[in-house]
């Protein structure tokens, strides 16, 4: 990852912990203390699938249920 990427909020092996506590503190403020659910679709070519489920992984953590459907 380049120089650039490592310093966005959560790429950061070094801030990931503290980054993703701020990502729960804007929930909890903007009324979602539990996460929410989004629904959206995905193209079915690998990269983009590979990516929708990538963005899965990443948003679990903060109580985000990110649902794909494939088309």
Do not use: H
Not at 8 to 17: D, I, L
Not at 19 to 37: C, H, I, M, V, W
Not at 48 to 61: A, D, F, G, N, S
């Amino acid at each position: 990852m380049g120089d650039t990427a490592s310093t966005w909020p959560g790429y950061n092996p070094a801030t990931k912990q503290a980054d993703r506590e701020k990502a729960k503190q804007l929930l909890r403020d903007a009324g979602y203390p539990n996460g929410f659910t989004v629904n959206t679709f995905c193209y079915n070519v690998k990269t983009y699938t590979e990516v929708c489920e990538y963005l899965k992984e990443q948003l679990r953590p903060l109580g985000i249920d990110y649902n794909f459907q494939i088309g």
